[in-house]
């Protein structure tokens, strides 16, 4: 696959076949992402690859979280950082609220439909039943220089599976389970949850990956000086 079809194919798939992706297939995903650039080559990052039992235990740690703070109101898991701003501005909020409206809306799911809403945020953490999950630490000493390089390694990763004819879907909504996270993986207490990625073969079928995002035309985005 060219890299101009890994780039254009390359989608948030939210709904994934149960066939399993070898532990060798991760491997050579990771060995050649883990050639992207970073900042005075400090390769900030540590993966950790999930699949199988490790992969349910999270998955119901979590769930279990979140039923008993639906019941009680009382949350259990906290970020280690401010993630995304509480008062998001245009147009950030508006593009925000779109990709939600238009994934709900493929879904069936109205605005007020909490039960609903709860279900398929909850997908989020069986990776949306992909068989691998790539936990993307940082070592917590390190700031916001050092965040862009995981930003580069999660995209290479993202294309290279596309090579391998797989799929993903890059999430936050993991940020504040980190405890839970570290609990079955053996991350370190130095290390901090950035994001994970699901990683799988795409369920053709599943409405929710028929959406496909818009995007800002060039002239929005960029401007050109000094060119002839
Ligand atoms: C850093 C990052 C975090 C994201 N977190 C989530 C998430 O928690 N759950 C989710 O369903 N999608 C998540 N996404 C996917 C975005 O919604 C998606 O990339 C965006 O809407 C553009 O769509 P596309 O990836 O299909 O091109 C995330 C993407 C990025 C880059």
New binding site residues.
Partial sequence: MDLVEAIES???V?AYLPTPVPQETVAAIMELSLRSPSGTNMQPWTVHAVSGAVKQGIADDVIASRLRVRETGVQEHHGERVFYPDDLGEPWRARRRA?GWD?YGLLGIKKGDRERTFDQHNR?YTLFDAPVGLFVFIDKSLEVGSWLDL?ML?QTIMLVAREHGLHT??????HIYHQIVRKWTGAGENESLA?VIALGYEDTLAIENT???PREPLEKVVTFSGFD
């Fill in positions: 390359r989608r948030s939210r990709i994934l989020n930003g999660m879907c890059p999430q936050a909504a993991w994001a959406l496909r995002t």
